[in-house]
């Protein structure tokens, strides 16, 4: 029974994972509906409000309070860097394939690597950084060869990818103390609304009429209405799935789990948005990928 739940939850950890994805493409391109600004803030609402409920009322993770002034300014801090990686991510789909933006995407462990050393100066062993290597080039390769290239796009995806690699590594610096970490369910309790109170205005501002037209938008299409509601709630179920399969699983099995995720959900959405791909991307890709996996064994032996 309990393997058949573990079963269940990877399963769901995968479905919630590339669901939200192609829907925000979908979304994105083929609704034109072009606010990511707006599609983000519907994603940390549904976070905010879901999270609180999970850790209330289900009791899925205990509560863990704020301690201080100081470590309510750290989430902060976080909250704000975890919605501009969001943000980015979600606006590089406007412009790029989703097969290349998880090609991107798959260099997060360089930007962690980069940020660990200029921030804590820690070093890696030279077996380590030489993993990095493939997975650089696998994307230079990819760029070189995507038929769809946006150079917009790309520096939106890099810095999406950049700053979800600057969270992580300010996560373990500002609350590495015992009496400061948050289990990844508390602390995107706090972070959300955060992320809420930067994005309303920004939203308001750089997407001028957006609240009117997606209410139009609902108005004439049902659907879309359906859409976004349902790709609000499993932004938050990215985050639940991920949480619980740590929990009964191991961080291992999450990374192994991920470096296979992005490999599906490049399959999946070339059959579904018939993009077209080269040899050389693939290539590109397919190298990223198994640089990630030298990388992640790199890091196993190291420890």
């Known amino acids: 029974m309990s393997r058949l739940f573990t079963v269940g939850l990877i399963l769901s950890w995968y479905s919630s994972n590339i669901g939200v994805l192609l829907l925000n493409k979908f979304l994105l391109s083929n609704y034109e509906f072009r606010y990511p600004i707006f599609l983000t803030l519907c994603h940390m609402l549904a976070c905010s409000m879901f999270s609180y409920m999970a850790i209330a009322w289900l009791k899925v993770a205990p509560l863990q309070g704020i301690r201080s002034r100081l470590q309510l300014m750290k989430i902060s801090a976080l909250g704000v860097i975890f919605c501009l990686s969001v943000v980015g991510g979600n606006i590089s789909l406007r412009f790029l394939p989703v097969s290349f933006n998880q090609a991107v995407g798959a260099t997060t462990p360089f930007f962690t690597a980069v940020f660990a050393y200029l921030m804590t100066r820690k ?39 950049a700053a979800r690699a600057l969270k992580s590594v300010l996560q373990g610096i500002l609350l590495s103390s015992e009496g400061e970490k948050l289990n990844s369910m508390n602390l995107l309790m706090y972070m959300a609304p955060v992320a809420v109170i930067f994005l309303l205005p920004a939203a308001l501002f750089m997407e001028e009429g957006v609240v009117g037209i997606t209410i139009a938008l609902a108005r004439d299409d049902w659907k879309f209405l359906l859409y976004l509601i349902f790709n609000s709630a499993l932004a938050y179920f990215v985050n639940l799935t991920n949480f619980l399969v740590t929990k009964h699983t191991s961080p291992l099995t999450l990374q192994v789990l991920g470096n296979a995720k992005g490999a599906v959900a490049v399959v999946i959405s070339i059959l579904i948005f018939r993009n077209p791909v080269s040899v050389t991307g693939m290539f590109g890709y397919s190298l990223t990928v198994v640089g990630v996996i030298l990388y992640n064994e790199a890091k196993k032996r190291s420890v």
């Open 123 to 161: 070093r890696e062993s030279w077996v380590t950084y030489a993993t990095l290597v493939p997975v650089v080039t696998g994307v230079i390769i990819a760029s070189g060869g995507e038929p769809l290239f946006h150079l917009f796009g790309f520096i939106m995806c890099i810095g999406a990818t």
